[in-house]
């Protein structure tokens, strides 16, 4: 790969507009920059974040941000935030997974091409409220910790 090249500036070559779940985390933030230090191709991308996260968000004139509670959203609101994007990207974690098949299917209905979802490095236990047990990511619903 060409010096000063991110490896996501190969697999993204013709899209234009990228939503950013996650951007102010520990995984997002460097999604971010990777996609916004691509030498070979600018993109614009629209970091979501919830509410409590607004203030943490980097903001250049690549980046849009859109604030959005993801757990009180009807798809259709969602579906149309991502109208005119061409890539999600997922960098959720924690309870924020438990959004990500709404994300994926609100995705689809809007027409974007392609859907990374945040499976990256090892699963995080999750334990909702009240659970003594937790539940590691993607099979909360079939095994428990």
């Known amino acids: 790969m060409p010096e000063n090249q991110s490896s ?3 697999g993204a070559m013709g899209f234009k507009t990228i939503a950013l779940f996650g951007a ?6 460097h999604i971010l920059h990777a996609i916004l230090d691509c030498k070979k191709q600018s993109f ?5 974040v919830s509410p409590s996260d607004k203030d943490a968000a980097y903001q250049t ?3 849009e941000l859109k604030v959005l509670d993801l757990f009180a ?3 259709n609101e969602l579906c149309a935030a991502l109208r005119g994007v061409d890539v999600v990207i ?3 974690n924690g309870q924020g ?3 990500q098949p709404d994300i994926q299917d609100a995705a689809a209905s809007a027409g974007v091409k392609r859907f990374y979802p945040s499976e990256y490095g090892m699963h995080h236990i999750y334990r909702k409220p009240g659970d003594s047990q ?3 990511h993607p099979v909360s619903q079939l095994s428990p910790w």
């Open 24 to 29: 102010t985390g520990q995984v997002g933030r």
């Open 61 to 63: 004139s690549h980046t």
């Open 44 to 48: 614009h991308v629209v970091q979501i």
């Open 8 to 10: 996501f500036c190969v």
């Open 90 to 92: 997922s960098a959720l």
């Open 73 to 75: 959203l009807e798809e």
């Open 134 to 136: 937790g539940y590691i």
């Open 97 to 99: 997974l438990e959004a």
